[in-house]
């Protein structure tokens, strides 16, 4: 809870309204990239753990974001520079991997869903899945809040239906999958020209009638912002529980 409260207090005195955490994969020992970032393997712990960070970060006024939804733990290959498969079947998913999601459902402000292939369960990545988002995350699991893509830059994002696809094309997919909001993260290169095309590209996509805005997700999408002003930095460094905060770090 601790170390919740300092990290989403530290961050919006610092202007940034939202982090995209708790990292809610389990720690198989198999994926490099998740690593130390996963609190445990036992997902109970998991979920014990991110509830107390999300209760800090609400403390701060900052809402949260469970990752990778359903489960990038197990997956050996790096979703950044690879498309990596995770061949279990959906019962083992759920009984391990995906369990924090359902126990965590009331607390979690949004969910990432990981850019992996689970053939047993779909074709496609989850993020871009009605299979998993819509089905199972939304009814099964009775989640209401956002849903985020991940990165559309990365590689695992790049591939669907056995096509290399575009940034627009990539965001219609998840946005039609059940995503309420896509990320196309380090574009500083070339002057952000890749996020202005995009945004152009999904103007068009709604045009032809490719896509269509949902009231329900800009409800969702508003959902997500404070509701209260951060302190600024130098009333921060003074505030008696903040500096308890950070007391009970190590």
């Known amino acids: 809870t601790a170390c919740g409260y300092v990290l989403g207090a530290e961050l919006r005195a610092c202007g940034v309204d939202f982090s995209f955490t708790p990292v809610l994969d389990l720690d198989w020992g198999e994926s490099s990239v998740i690593g ?13 753990l991110a509830r107390s960070l999300m209760h800090g970060l609400l403390q701060a006024g900052m809402a949260n974001c469970g990752k990778h939804f359903p489960g ?22 759920l009984a391990d991997d995906a369990a924090p999601y359902p126990w965590l459902s009331t607390v979690l402000s949004s969910v990432m869903p990981a ?20 089905d199972i995350l939304r009814r099964q699991m ?3 809040g956002a849903i985020f893509s991940d990165d559309l830059s990365m590689e ?5 239906d056995g096509q290399v696809v575009s940034y ?16 196309l993260c380090n574009q500083s290169v070339g002057d952000g020209r890749a996020v202005d095309e995009l945004l152009a590209g999904l103007e068009k996509a709604q045009a032809q009638g490719r896509w269509r805005p949902s009231v329900d997700s800009e409800a969702r999408r508003l959902a997500l912002l404070p509701e209260t ?3 600024p930095w130098d009333e921060l460094m003074l505030q ?11």
């Open 36 to 48: 130390d970032r996963a609190f445990h393997r036992d997902p109970r712990v998991v979920a014990l």
């Open 72 to 93: 990038h733990g197990f997956a050996r290959a790096d979703s950044h520079t690879e498309a990596p498969v995770d061949r279990r079947t959906l019962k083992a998913i």
């Open 115 to 134: 850019h992996i292939v689970y053939p047993r369960v779909d074709s496609r990545p989850a993020g871009f899945s009605k299979r998993w988002l819509q």
């Open 142 to 144: 009775r989640f209401d």
């Open 156 to 160: 695992g994002a790049r591939r669907l």
């Open 168 to 183: 627009t094309d990539a965001a219609v997919a998840a946005l039609e999958a059940g995503c309420d909001l896509v990320l």
């Open 229 to 231: 002003l951060p302190q």
């Open 240 to 250: 008696p529980a903040y500096m308890h905060a950070l007391d009970l770090l190590p």
